[in-house]
């Protein structure tokens, strides 16, 4: 799950990319996304935050690092 512009969103895929689904949170309620142009979009923002985030263990470190500065 991740966070854009303030809302939530959980993408949930698998081997079988016809059933993946978005699901973005708003102040309306949840939203369920499927068609294939709308998914495009959040796999493209998915690649993205990966190629642009760190790694579990290296956000470990930076965590531990900051815990010790408090």
């Known amino acids: 799950m991740c966070t854009s512009a303030g809302h939530a ?33 959040y796999r493209t923002h998915m690649d993205w935050w990966q190629g642009h985030t760190l790694g579990p263990e290296d956000s470990r470190d930076l965590i531990h690092s900051i815990a010790r500065q408090l």
């Open 9 to 41: 969103v959980l993408c949930a895929h698998g081997p079988v990319s016809r059933l993946d689904t978005v699901q973005l949170d708003s102040a309306h309620g949840g939203e369920f996304t499927h068609s294939e142009a709308q998914l495009a979009k």
